[in-house]
T-cell receptor, first 112, second 112 residues
Framework: GESVGLHLPTLSVQEGDNSIINCAYS??????FIWYKQESGKGPQFIID?????DKRQGQRVTVLLNKTVKHLSLQIAATQPGDSAVYFC???????????FGSGTKLNVKP | NAGVTQTPKFQVLKTGQSMTLQCAQD?????MYWYRQDPGMGLRLIYY???????DKGEVPNGYNVSRLNKREFSLRLESAAPSQTSVYFC???????????FGSGTRLTVV
């Protein structure tokens, strides 16, 4: 499989601060990326996606940035809340094989 | 609630025993997937079914078999469980292989 990795395995932030979670990918054929949130004991939940023809996409309190030059993806969470505590991981779709590859995840701890 | 339903949620097996993990989705999705999630690793694809009547191997198919019973249901079978198959198993579905997935809540399997 292709390499989808995260720079920081654990991130601790203060409630109310902004969080940035990073993801590196290595496959230049990847054309679609998704961020998932996984709370303890639950399945991954879709947060936001971005296609390779875009650099930025915004949702409610979340923004995904894509830098294709350096093959880097980031998830920004504004005004982080305790309910944001979870593992976040990125997934990339290989255009050639029409499959997704998942990173191992970053655990976000939000301190009250 | 619409979504992906997995049963059972927890299971303990003895080495050599067999079992089937069940998965059903009610979103009329064409594609279904089985993943395993191990500590420190990303989700790894075991088998998938791009559409009713088809199944294909993923990254880690050894020791598993699948059946796409109909459009709604996709089961995963362990014929002779091994301790290396201790993991959390997730079923997912998508409208098509090129779209993001909806995940079930997982089955935590322990093989002793």
């Amino acid at each position: 499989g292709e390499s989808v990795g995260l720079h920081l395995p654990t991130l601790s932030v203060q409630e109310g601060d902004n969080s940035i979670i990073n993801c590196a990918y290595s496959n230049s054929a990847s054309d679609y990326f998704i961020w998932y949130k996984q709370e303890s004991g639950k399945g991954p939940q879709f947060i936001i996606d971005i296609r390779s023809n875009m650099d930025k996409r915004q949702g409610q309190r979340v923004t995904v940035l894509l830098n294709k030059t350096v093959k880097h993806l980031s998830l920004q969470i504004a005004a982080t809340q305790p309910g944001d505590s979870a593992v976040y991981f990125c997934a990339e779709r290989d255009y050639n094989f029409n499959k997704f590859y998942f990173g191992s995840g970053t655990k976000l701890n939000v301190k009250p | 609630n619409a979504g992906v339903t997995q049963t059972p949620k927890f299971q303990v097996l003895k080495t050599g025993q067999s079992m089937t993990l069940q998965c059903a989705q009610d979103m009329n999705h064409n594609s279904m997937y089985w993943y395993r999630q191990d500590p420190g690793m990303g989700l790894r694809l075991i088998y998938y079914s791009a559409s009713e009547g088809t199944t294909d191997k993923g990254e880690v198919p050894n020791g598993y078999n699948v059946s796409r019973l109909n459009k709604r249901e996709f089961s995963l079978r362990l014929e002779s469980a091994a301790p290396s198959q201790t993991s959390v198993y997730f079923c997912a579905s998508s409208e098509a292989t090129e779209y993001g997935y909806t995940f079930g809540s997982g089955t935590r399997l322990t093989v002793v």
